[in-house]
């Protein structure tokens, strides 16, 4: 068998990949879709039911955080 070169890795280490990468298109794509949302509300109504920016930059630093948790997970060399 060969050494594993991270702490975390096989299907452990791919279920933390798989979830990184959906944080990232999530923080990639969340302004276009939000200012979307704002857009389509001023137009159609339902304003009320909108997220604020506060709240929305919220998320964003929330997501990055955890970006940022994972990719130190994802980083931590196995040692035997």
Same mark, same amino acid.
């Given at each position: %068998? ?8 096989? =299907? *452990? ?6 979830? @990184?990468?959906? &944080? #990232? ?10 200012? &979307? +949302?704002? +857009? %389509?509300?001023?137009?159609? $109504? $339902? *304003? *009320?039911? @909108? %997220? #604020? !920016?506060? !709240?929305?930059?919220?998320?964003? +630093? ?6 940022? *948790? @994972?990719? =130190?997970? &994802?980083? =931590?060399?196995?040692?035997?």
């Amino acid at each position: %068998m060969n050494n594993p070169q991270f702490k975390i890795y096989g =299907i *452990e280490r791919r279920k933390v990949k798989k979830e @990184l990468s959906e &944080l #990232n298109s999530y923080v990639k794509n969340f302004w276009y879709f939000h200012q &979307l +949302d704002k +857009d %389509m509300a001023s137009f159609y $109504g $339902g *304003e *009320e039911r @909108l %997220m #604020n !920016d506060v !709240d929305a930059q919220q998320k964003i +630093d929330q997501a990055k955080n955890k970006i940022k *948790e @994972l990719q =130190i997970k &994802l980083s =931590i060399v196995y040692i035997k």
